[in-house]
């Protein structure tokens, strides 16, 4: 109210109609205020473009092994090439490596050639892809010039596959199941959220208490159980489907709640009685009135059920009995650094993908806080 | 008091009644039965012999339909506590479980307590000085908290105390003392071990009670009892202590319900990380290698346990706060 001055000049000088906002529009305005939620905005977007053209952004093909290139560590990208002449110029590159195996202990280790580099560049041919699955392409954003050499920017795993590349192909995958995941809990938590506060009664206490049941037995072991009855032959977009449903579960317990919660709430509003009493039929003043005026809520909720259902399956992956290589997850990716003599001998299996789950999910979380304070009215 | 008492008694006989049910399904989901698994096992040995094949199938009530098999296994448990066979090491289910499930909830009460030493002064800390400096700090801490997966914070601190304290990690006692009698020796080396995973698992609900803590507390330092209690001239501390900190803790309580289901979880998990002789390493090669009963019956008793911890702080709940009782 404080921003409409009452003033007899403000009046005088004042247009004759006031712009009005409409309820998003306020709401976009609150949440452009919370600066983390919007940088997080951004960040999240560039995730899930990261996730849909992941092949353009991964320098190498995720699955090819390179016996030369086992842990390599991550190599630093240098800006300024010296010639032997002496000569220093602008080119992007990194240091072509030799193996070294220690015979004594079998240890690898890798020394840069004298002279020798590996030359980087922008948009630049590399292995042939399919763009969103359908459009043929051998341009990457980034990688090395020649096709045939291999730069590794976050190291290379013990098969000497390029850690980038994976986490990158792996976030369509942990990025995605999390959607897909919240649309069946958004599903599943509306419609019977919606029912239970609408109709209230007996159906109401059997809804609480099957929610209630599921809140109050441990997760991880029920989904251990659920996951590990997986049979591992079947294709592996079953199994994606089948962990993200197992997955699913928990999330919707909390959606119904709130959703109920809004029901019980506005039921004795004026205007639900209202509309009621002009005629409309349940399923209407559901649809026109009641669901208008708490999606915004949902919206809020359903962005922090998405870093939930990510820990998840990156829990279940990391045990073994969620998704199974060669789907190439965040999880699946972590799993390969289960012991600490592996992370021992190269840390960046553990740290690169772990950074990329950490900040995912701060990000949503951010994300979530920031729509969730823009959708409550009376939040200052 | 005893009327709330058995209501919230009589809620629970559903929810036990779930459980089993659920767990019972998990057990039946892979393909095939206890026996053929033991058929094929037994294979080289020369098979199982018939009159074997025909006692087991009686005992477990195979081949007949589920709800009779649900029974008879429910009917082991009730009457001749019996929890089926674990056919991968062909011992009772009994002879394997309890030790670990002792440690799984000990270590789970222990992370409880941890939770509370900490989140309580640092959330009183963060809403008394809001936006200092410290307020800042415990809030990032509490995001990272929040983020970062248990079994990921468990290999890096693994990864930590190993490459600069040296420590060896896994287990909750060094090699040399495992199977050793207890003594004190053993006792100081159990708590130089145990603390990592409490750490571990508690972080998270930790830095999520902080943010309830905190935000519960803004809610009433500023209200006017407050402010009449300062006016008369007590101490900011025993003010602080004495009235807000005091209402602010109910909701705190109430939190231990979905608290503890989670610390179960995530100590299953970091058991796993960390190789602890718990429930999580035994359950996870159970349902691996398809032990079925074993599995089965470990999520029946995590299960059953956790819902048994969450009627207790229900009740104790209620008996701080009378309010609770008559709803």
């Known amino acids: 109210m404080s921003a409409i001055d009452h003033s007899p000049a403000a009046i005088a000088d004042a247009p004759a109609a006031p712009i009005l906002l409409g309820p998003w529009a306020l709401m976009w305005r609150k949440f452009k205020r919370h600066r983390i939620a919007y940088a997080s905005l951004w960040l999240v977007g560039f995730i899930y473009v990261l996730a849909l053209f992941g092949n353009f952004f991964a320098p190498q093909a995720h699955d090819e092994t390179n016996r030369r290139g086992i842990f390599v560590p991550p190599q630093a990208i240098q ?6 002449d002496g000569s220093a110029r602008l080119q992007l590159h990194v240091d072509a490596l030799r193996m070294k ?3 004594a202990t079998m240890r690898r280790s890798y020394e840069a050639r004298e002279g020798e580099i590996i030359p980087l560049g922008f948009f630049v041919k590399g292995h042939p892809y399919q763009l969103l699955g359908f459009i043929k392409a051998d341009r990457h954003f980034f990688g090395p010039k020649n096709p045939d050499d291999v730069a590794y920017f976050l190291g290379s795993d013990r098969l000497g596959r ?3 590349s994976r986490i990158i192909i792996g976030t ?3 990025m995605s199941i999390g959607l897909v995941g919240v649309a069946v809990s958004l599903v599943i938590g509306v419609s019977l959220g919606g029912i239970s506060g609408y109709y209230g009664g007996w159906i109401d206490n059997v809804i609480q208490r099957v929610i209630e049941f599921l809140r109050s037995i441990p997760t991880i072991p029920l989904w251990m159980g659920l996951a590990a009855a997986i049979p591992l032959g079947w294709p592996p977009l079953r199994t994606y489907f089948i962990v993200t449903l197992i997955v699913s579960m928990i ?7 709130e959703v109920r919660g809004k029901f019980l709430s506005l039921r004795n509003e004026d205007f639900i009685t209202a509309a009621r009493l002009d005629g409309l039929s349940d399923w209407e003043v559901i649809r026109k009135h009641m669901v208008p005026s708490f999606s915004s809520h949902i919206i809020a909720s359903l962005t922090l059920a998405v870093p939930l259902m990510i820990l998840a399956e990156t829990s279940l992956s990391f045990l073994g009995i969620g998704l199974q290589p060669p789907i190439v997850s965040w999880g699946t990716l972590l799993k390969e650094a289960q012991n600490v003599r592996t992370i021992i001998e190269a840390p960046w299996l553990l740290i690169a993908p772990g950074t990329m789950i950490v900040i995912a999910v701060l990000a949503l979380n951010f994300l979530g806080d920031g729509l969730r304070d823009a959708a409550d009215p009376h939040a200052q | 008091m005893l009327q709330f008492l058995i209501r ?13 049910v659920v767990t019972f399904a998990i057990i039946q989901l892979p393909p095939g039965d206890y026996l053929d698994t033991l058929a094929a096992e037994l294979a080289d040995a020369g098979g199982l012999d018939e009159g074997t094949r025909q006692a087991l199938a009686d005992q477990y009530g195979l081949g007949q339909p589920i709800w009779v098999q649900y029974l008879k296994w429910m009917r082991g448990i009730l009457f001749h506590w019996d929890f089926g066979i674990s056919f991968e090491k062909n011992v009772p289910v009994n002879d394997l479980i309890w030790d670990r499930l002792g440690w799984t909830f000990a270590i789970s009460i222990l992370t409880l307590l941890f939770i509370w030493m900490t989140a309580l002064p640092i959330g009183i800390y963060s809403a008394v000085k809001k936006y200092s400096v410290g307020d800042y700090v415990a809030t990032f801490f509490g995001f990272i908290g929040l983020a970062v997966p248990n079994f990921l914070l468990a290999l890096v601190m693994m990864y930590v105390a190993f490459k600069y304290f040296g420590q060896s990690v896994g287990g909750l006692v060094s090699p040399e003392y495992i199977d050793q009698p207890w003594t004190w020796d053993k006792v100081v080396d159990l708590l130089k071990h145990i603390w990592m995973p409490i750490v571990v698992v508690g972080t998270s609900g930790a830095a999520a009670l902080i943010r309830i803590m905190r935000a519960n507390l803004l809610d009433e330092l500023y209200r006017p009892y407050v402010v009449t209690a300062r006016a008369k001239g007590m101490s900011e501390f025993q003010l602080l202590m004495r009235y807000p900190v005091r209402v602010a803790l109910n909701p705190f309580v109430s939190t231990i319900g979905w608290i503890l289901p989670t610390l179960v979880s995530g100590e299953i998990i970091v058991a796993v990380v960390m190789n602890l002789p718990t429930t999580g390493p035994l359950l996870l090669r159970a349902l691996l290698v398809q032990d079925m009963y074993l599995a089965g019956s470990l999520i029946l008793i995590v299960s059953l346990l956790t819902v048994l911890g969450t009627l207790i702080s229900d009740l ?6 009378p309010r609770i009782r008559y709803q």
């Open chain 1, 79 to 84: 800006f300024i090439h010296r010639a032997e």
């Open chain 1, 101 to 103: 195996v220690d015979q």
């Open chain 1, 162 to 164: 390029d850690i980038l």
């Open chain 1, 172 to 174: 369509q995958i942990s």
């Open chain 1, 251 to 257: 999330g919707w317990t909390s959606l119904a709640r």
């Open chain 2, 8 to 20: 919230r008694i009589a809620y629970m006989i559903p929810t036990v009644f779930l459980v089993s």
């Open chain 2, 316 to 321: 104790l709940l209620a008996w701080i706060d």
